[in-house]
């Protein structure tokens, strides 16, 4: 299992155990754990509605695809440690990360 914590929109963290060999992304354990992210596009890189923010651990995360880089461009509050969280699979590089939920509620 792998713990990072998440900070909501209200900046209270929680910390979460998600396991490390089901190919889950963060997106989707964000939405098990009942987070309010959109996920609009269903995981595709196509609405950036699961944006976050890695307020720790971002040098240790895989480098982002073209295809993630394009959809953050279209972003206003984008920064460089700015991801997808439905791009993010959950692995041993995310322990003891903290995400910060900044995509909006449409």
């Known amino acids: 299992m792998i713990q990072f914590t998440i900070e909501d ?5 929680q910390s979460i155990e998600a ?3 089901m190919n889950l992304s963060l997106m989707e354990v964000l939405k098990a754990s009942e987070y309010d992210i959109l996920a609009t596009c269903g995981g595709m ?3 950036a509605t699961c944006h976050v923010q890695v307020l720790q651990g971002n040098d240790l995360l895989p480098q982002p695809s073209d ?3 394009d959809m953050l461009d279209t972003l206003p509050n984008a920064t460089n440690h700015s991801r997808l969280a439905c791009q993010l ?3 041993e590089a995310m322990q003891g990360s ?3 939920i900044a ?4």
């Not at 929109?9 to 963290?13: A, I, K, Y």
């Not at 995509?103 to 449409?106: K, T």
């Open 9 to 13: 929109r209200n900046g209270e963290r």
């Open 19 to 21: 396991p490390d060999d």
């Open 45 to 47: 890189a196509l609405c």
């Open 67 to 69: 295809m993630e880089l």
């Open 89 to 91: 699979r959950i692995s």
């Open 98 to 100: 903290i995400f910060q």
């Open 103 to 106: 995509g909006e509620l449409q």
